[in-house]
């Protein structure tokens, strides 16, 4: 079995080697490395998994998870860049980060793999979407999508959509989230205590979601069996409707897709200028 490292064990590196180790890998089958001591220790007590320095991570793993903010990759690749070899296989999780702008830092040849995966990954429930880059072959993705596909789904894109999908699923979970938190804030004002408020609002959330990946019906149908003629239903959505809240949801997905366009902006600009 390959031997992962995960670079940066942050929400979205702990979510991976949390979610990898439920499903079946072994801990001495995976590595990471983090800046900060103290999570590192905290880390490797609560899954067992080794701690090390991004140096002996890229000499002893097969797999590289790049998972650092797009605002810290530099120091990283400095780092590493020179021990990356076509042996190994890169993958990114850096929002709006472009697989040539990794490619130019390692040796020529090494396979790039760029993902947008989500948190859910923590619970088995993540989506991904891949793209190879250059020297990226069937078999790199196959690997990686069985990473990933261990974890939750995963949909092969090109690399162009992948901006669009950052905005959409792997932004997505925040704005569910930012959903849920305001509908338990309305239970409050209706004076349910806070504790019966959040069950009633995330079992509704659990069992629309269920519906809507297990029934058959498109979300335009299943709202309107919620929305009886002259019932109460309606009354809110109207509210909905009068607040644009479908306008500013799309407007949110649209903003996220701008500022992953403008993360990658510096890199693709460099790319440009090489002639690569
Ligand atoms: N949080 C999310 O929902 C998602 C995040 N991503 C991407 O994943 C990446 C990480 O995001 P988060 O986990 O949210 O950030 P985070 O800030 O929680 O995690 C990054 C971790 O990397 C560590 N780190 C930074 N430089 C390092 C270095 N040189 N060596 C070792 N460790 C280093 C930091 O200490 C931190 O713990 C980003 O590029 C982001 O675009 C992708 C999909 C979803
Ligand atoms: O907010 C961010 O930049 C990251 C990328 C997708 C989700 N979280």
Avoid: W
Wanted: charged fraction near 20%; glycine fraction near 10%.
């Amino acid at each position: 079995m390959s031997t992962i490292a995960v670079l940066g064990a942050g929400k979205i590196g702990e979510s991976l080697l949390s979610g990898l180790l439920n499903a079946g890998y072994s801990p001495e089958n995976l590595l990471f490395t983090e800046r900060y001591q103290q999570r590192a220790e905290e880390l490797t007590k609560r899954y067992g998994v080794r701690a090390t320095d991004p140096p002996t991570a890229a000499r002893q793993a097969d797999v590289l998870v790049v998972s650092v903010k797009p605002q810290d990759i530099e120091p990283l690749l400095d780092e590493v860049g020179e021990l990356v070899t076509p042996d190994k296989l890169v993958v990114t999780l850096c929002a709006g980060l472009p697989t040539s702008m990794f490619e130019r830092r390692f040796t020529s040849g090494t396979p790039v793999v760029r993902v947008m995966p989500n948190t859910p990954m923590l619970v088995g429930e993540a989506m991904s979407a891949v793209s190879g880059g250059t020297h990226a072959t069937e078999s790199h993705l196959d690997l990686v999508e069985g990473m990933l596909g261990s974890v939750g789904r995963v949909v092969r894109i090109p690399e162009d959509q992948q901006d669009a999908v950052t905005a959409l699923s792997g932004s997505g979970p925040a704005y569910f989230f930012y959903l849920v938190e305001a509908m338990i804030d309305a239970g409050i004002l209706l004076g349910l205590p806070r504790s019966v408020a959040a069950e009633l609002v995330v079992q509704s959330a659990v069992g629309s979601a269920t519906m809507l990946r297990e029934g058959e019906g498109h979300p335009v149908i299943m709202r309107e069996g919620v929305t009886s003629p002259a019932g109460t239903t309606i009354s809110g959505v109207r509210e909905l409707e009068k607040h644009g809240v479908r306008a500013a949801l799309i407007d949110a997905v649209e903003a996220a897709h701008s500022r992953s366009v403008e993360l990658g902006a510096k890199h693709r600009q460099e790319t440009d200028s090489d002639g690569a």
